[in-house]
């Protein structure tokens, strides 16, 4: 992220100055959008009064923005956690940590997002307890383990990344390996707004922590439509 790039600035310094501007009318304000509603009627469903929430890759902080309530705002950069303080006039939490190696003790939230961020991440295999991994199955086992039993747990990703079979897959490997399963009475699949044109926003999954994370899963089941597993 030190690295400079687009004129002559640092990745870190590109997402502090760009990503935030106008991000309401973008996709992402979309997404966030969508996401404050889920955990709204999920709240509203479970009778929490003040669920405690955590932003997986939060950046400028438009969910708390959006949903209106204190959350616990995680990103890997410092940077873009300032202007989300600055932007929430100091309400909620931030915490810089990596998504693979969260700095959250565990059964912590009874609402974790990932929204717009597992894509970020590379699928490249890892060994780890004699075990193959990735860092992309690794955040998928730290948002289980951060999240409380019968949690709720939001993953969005960006629509051309999957395909309707990959998302299928994903959704079997979620719930047979990453202790998740499909919430029913919030349905999952490719999110689009309507409100001024069709447009597809992003492939959400809204999962219910049910158990521990199972080995043996299969990292080529955690693909992107154009990754090729090396």
Do not use: C
Not at 8 to 25: G, I
Not at 44 to 49: A, G, P, S, V
Not at 208 to 229: H, Q
């Amino acid at each position: 992220f030190n690295a400079k790039g687009f004129e002559d600035m640092t990745n870190a310094d590109f997402f502090t100055a760009y990503y935030p501007e106008n991000d309401h009318l973008s996709v992402a304000g979309h997404n966030a959008r969508a996401v404050s509603e889920i955990i709204k009627k999920y709240s509203h469903e479970t009778r929490l009064r003040n669920p405690k929430i955590g932003s997986i890759g939060s950046g400028a902080g438009i969910l708390q923005t959006t949903l209106g309530w204190p959350i616990v705002n995680i990103d890997m950069l410092e940077e873009i956690l300032d202007v989300s303080k600055r932007r929430n006039i100091q309400q909620g939490d931030y915490v810089i940590g990596e998504a693979s190696t969260l700095p959250i003790k565990g059964d912590t939230f009874d609402v974790s997002d990932a929204s717009f961020m597992l894509h970020w991440s590379s699928n490249k295999r890892l060994l780890k307890n004699e075990h193959n991994t990735s860092e992309r199955a690794q955040i998928l086992e730290e948002l289980n383990r951060i999240t409380k039993t019968s949690g709720l747990v939001i993953i969005t990703l960006p629509p051309s990344y999957l395909n309707k079979d990959q998302f299928k897959l994903w959704q079997q490997t979620l719930e047979k390996h990453f202790g998740f399963k499909t919430r029913e009475v919030t349905p999952s699949g490719l999110l689009r707004a309507t409100d001024f044109k069709t447009e597809d926003i992003a492939w959400i999954f809204n999962l219910e922590k049910t158990g521990n994370v199972e080995p043996g899963y299969d990292i080529n089941s955690l693909a992107f439509d154009f990754e090729k597993i090396v």
